[in-house]
């Protein structure tokens, strides 16, 4: 096995703007860091999740993926533009009551059941890196481990560019608001591509 390129896969796949990642900045930006993280810890564990599923039931999703990976895509379509929406028609004056259901725990577990990106890498990464080399079953752990720890710090790199750059994001809200939008409709394209 290619640790190197295994490593750098999931580097680049995961701290790369996609869904979850957009998502994060734009819970940072509305709604602060605290609601930011509790969506990041809801990504993190259906991200994990995803990935051990993708381990256990690999050899029986083969003869699936087709069927499965273009009814998420066309589901996660979907809902990546409505998100862009949403995104896109967000002002500050929204009432306090839907700050509360925006940027929880279970809205960043349902994001990565419904993020193509998250469950095309969920489904390759296991079957091309790692099981061709490993087949015990604490070696797949380890990795399935590994990866989900790569997820968490993208998305807490997220959350950070976003404190980080908060008074800037709020300074130029529409405009913020416009590109993470037109991100996430360029990421529901590319999800085509």
Known sequence: MNTTSFILYCFIVTFTPGPTNIVILSTVHKNGTKKALEYTYGATIAFGFLLSVSAVLNSILVAFIPKILILMQIIGSIYM???????YKTNKDKPKSM?????????????Q????????????????????Y????????????????????AFITWVLFGALFKSF?????????????????????????
């Open 81 to 87: 533009l409505f998100l862009a929406y949403q995104v």
């Open 99 to 111: 700050e509360k259901q925006t940027g929880t725990f279970l809205s960043g577990f349902l994001m």
């Open 113 to 132: 059941f419904l993020n193509p990106k998250v469950l095309l890498f969920t489904l390759t990464v296991i079957p091309t890196f790692i099981m061709p």
């Open 134 to 153: 490993h087949v015990s079953l604490s070696k797949i752990i380890l990795y399935v481990i590994t990866i989900t720890v790569i997820g968490f710090l």
């Open 169 to 193: 994001l709020q300074q130029h809200e529409k405009m913020v608001n416009v590109l993470m939008a037109l991100f996430l409709v360029y990421s529901t394209f590319m999800i085509w591509m």
